[in-house]
Nanobody, 123 residues
Framework: QVQLVESGGGLVQTGGSLTLSCAAS????????MGWYRQAPGKQRELVAR???????NYADSVKGRFTISRDNTKRTVYLQMNSLKPEDTAVYYC?????????????????WGQGTQVTISS
C-alpha cells in the first residue's frame, strides 16, 4: 500500500556533497518518523539519521555535523544532505517511514522501506 522511492545516489569525490531524496506515496493516512539507514558490503545496516514529523532530528555520531536530514510533509519527502563525504560513507542508503495507512481507531503504524540507492565516495 505504501511505496518509498529513493533518488540522488551516485559517485562523488572525497570532501564532496550529495543529496538523497525519498518520496512516499500510496495509501497514507499519516507519516510519523522518517529516516535514513545505510549498509556497506559485509556490514550491518546502521541508522544514519531520523526525523520526526515535527522536525526533531537525530544523527549517528559518524555523520553528525556533516549530514542534515530534513522533510517536506506536503511532498511526503525526506532528504539527506551529505557534506564532507568520506570513503567510509560508501554504502547503499535506504530510506524508511513509519506510516499509518488507515484512519481506523484500531489501526497502527509500521515501517516501510525504500529500495536503496548506491552512494560511492572515491578516495
Amino acid at each position: 500500500q505504501v511505496q518509498l522511492v529513493e533518488s540522488g545516489g551516485g559517485l562523488v569525490q572525497t570532501g564532496g556533497s550529495l543529496t538523497l531524496s525519498c518520496a512516499a506515496s500510496g495509501s497514507i493516512f499519516r507519516i510519523n518518523d522518517m529516516g535514513w539507514y545505510r549498509q556497506a558490503p559485509g556490514k550491518q545496516r546502521e541508522l544514519v539519521a531520523r526525523i520526526t514529523s515535527g522536525g526533531n532530528a537525530n544523527y549517528a555520531d559518524s555523520v553528525k555535523g556533516r549530514f542534515t536530514i530534513s522533510r517536506d510533509n506536503t511532498k511526503r519527502t525526506v532528504y539527506l544532505q551529505m557534506n564532507s563525504l568520506k570513503p567510509e560513507d560508501t554504502a547503499v542508503y535506504y530510506c524508511t517511514a513509519d506510516v499509518r495507512t488507515s484512519s481506523s481507531l484500531f489501526a497502527g503504524s509500521r515501517d516501510y522501506w525504500g529500495q536503496g540507492t548506491q552512494v560511492t565516495i572515491s578516495s
